[in-house]
């Protein structure tokens, strides 16, 4: 079992759709990243959370430290919101030194 | 755009060559970490070096190695490559390893082992 699970794998919308990428982690953690990455392969940092909520724009990320659990809302979606979004958690222990575990990722596909 | 640059942006090499790739980290960050995403996976995390030291590695054979410079660029190199070496090399810049910073990524570098 992967230690970060992300749900749905895939994700076709609606312009102006609500959408919610989980997030699902079983290791203790000092930081959880939202991560957007584009078909050309760069990634850019979305959100760091180590607990409640951040909102950029129409982006929305909250955190469970508790549930171990994290969702990723975009509001009134549109179609270059679509990409490959990902999780990924900073370990609090051990392991790689802090670095990063990802998620597989949820591909984003936002219709007009 | 991060600031954090790689090269090159492609590369295609042959089984049993060696590759490096380079990567500038954020003016200002002294950690960088590399990571390996092959098609359809999340990256998997190879080492980090800070204040050019390797500081934590994960699960990658000693054909895997890297550098990091004065400057905090870095390299990394891979002897004996495999065709399952094909990948996106991803290289992440930080401010500080122990601090919960932002991770500031580069483009990528997409390798293609023939």
């Known amino acids: 079992k992967n230690e970060v699970e992300q749900s749905p794998q895939n994700l076709t919308a609606q312009e102006g759709e609500f959408i919610t990428i989980n997030c699902s982690y079983s290791v203790g953690i000092s930081a959880l990243h939202w991560l957007q990455q584009h078909p050309g392969g760069g990634i850019v940092s979305l959100f760091m959370l180590s607990s409640g909520k951040k909102k950029h724009g129409r982006l929305i990320a909250t955190i469970n430290i508790q549930e171990k659990h994290s969702s990723l809302h975009i509001t009134a979606s549109h179609p270059r919101d679509s990409a490959v979004y990902i999780c990924a958690v900073r370990l609090l222990w051990g392991g790689s030194q802090g670095n990063l575990i990802f998620g597989k990722g949820t591909k984003l596909s936002v219709k007009p | 755009e991060t600031g954090v640059t790689q090269s090159p942006t492609h590369l295609i090499k042959t089984r049993g060559q060696q590759v490096t790739l380079r990567c500038s980290s954020q003016?200002?960050?002294?950690?960088v970490s590399w990571y390996q995403q092959a098609l359809g996976q999340g990256p998997q995390f190879i080492f980090q070096?800070?204040?050019?030291?390797?500081?934590g590695r994960g699960n990658f054979p000693p054909r895997f190695s890297g550098l990091q410079f004065p400057n905090y660029s870095s390299e990394l190199n891979v002897n004996a490559l495999e065709l399952d070496d094909s990948a996106l090399y991803l290289c992440?810049?930080?401010?500080?390893?122990?601090?919960?910073?932002?991770?500031?990524f580069g483009q990528g570098t997409r390798l293609t082992v023939v």
């Open positions: 003016s200002g960050h002294n950690t």
């Open positions: 992440a810049s930080s401010f500080d390893r122990d601090r919960n910073t932002e991770a500031f």
């Open positions: 070096y800070y204040r050019e030291e390797e500081n």
